[in-house]
Structure formats: C-alpha cells, structure tokens
C-alpha cells in the first residue's frame, strides 16, 4: 500500500508497533510531562543501574508522532550510560525516525523533556538516599 501519510516508515513501524510500551513497577526514575500546545502527556519509566539505563518503558498519551518519538527514544537509550541519555535530543531522536513533518517537531520535544524529568527525578532520589545515610 502507498505511504500516503506525509511519515516515514520507520515513524510509521513505531507509531504502529512501539516498542517499550507500558510501566516498569521496579523503575528508580520516573519522568512526566505534558505538552502545553495540545494537551497531550508522556510517562517514563527508567531503571538505572550502574550508571546505565537497564530498562525503560513508557506511556504516551498522544499523538503519532509522540508516540513514535517516545519509542524511538527508549530504544536508544536502552543499555546506554545515563551521560548518554542526558545529552540525547530531540532532533536526534527525529533524525532515527528519518525526520518528521516540521509541524511535529514539538512532539519528539515531550520525548526529550520527559527524559530529563526522569534523569531530574533520579538524581534526586540519589541526593535524598545521600542525606539519609
Ligand atoms: Fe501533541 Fe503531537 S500533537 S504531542
């Protein structure tokens, strides 16, 4: 069938079939944000050991876009150190989707916000363990 939609095929193959879908109940980060322009929201959910992300899943209540984004994102970030996911940005994460239209541009921006809110709320829980012990 013609790709009639005005995205790739891989941003097609991820909006269709993401991958990491879902929550991690044994996640030591989570990450949320939602997208002032359209109202849509994205949850992540990390498992940081060792300084590498051992696993992450997500939730995107959203569009196509972000929903591929967010995929494309946590299939780059799985088994990478944290320093890794901490520079990743949201035009590479368009750039491993071969692009997507300008006018979505801002939906791979949730992806990229709702990592730093998890890498956010990991150090944090880090500083708080510290303050106990
Ligand atoms: Fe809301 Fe794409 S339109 S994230």
């Known amino acids: ?3 009639i939609a005005p995205y790739s095929e891989k941003v097609m193959d991820h909006f269709t ?14 990450g949320e944000v939602g997208n002032p322009a359209c109202g849509d929201m ?3 959910y990390l498992k940081i050991e060792d300084g590498v992300i051992a696993d992450v899943k997500f939730k ?3 569009c196509g876009a972000a929903i591929a984004s967010s995929s494309m ?3 780059m970030i799985k088994g990478k150190p944290v320093e890794y996911a901490a520079s990743l940005t949201n035009q590479e994460v368009a750039d491993a989707l ?5 006018v979505k541009i801002h939906c791979s921006l949730m992806a990229e916000e709702a990592l730093k809110s998890a890498l956010d709320d990991y150090e944090k829980r ?3 363990k510290a303050m106990k012990s």
């Open 98 to 102: 071969d692009g997507l239209p300008p």
């Open 42 to 44: 994205m949850r992540l």
């Open 17 to 30: 079939n993401p991958r990491n879908m879902g929550e991690l109940p044994d996640a030591n980060a989570i």
């Open 126 to 128: 880090l500083a708080e």
């Open 73 to 75: 994102m946590t299939e």
């Open 1 to 3: 069938m013609a790709n």
């Open 60 to 62: 995107t209540f959203g």
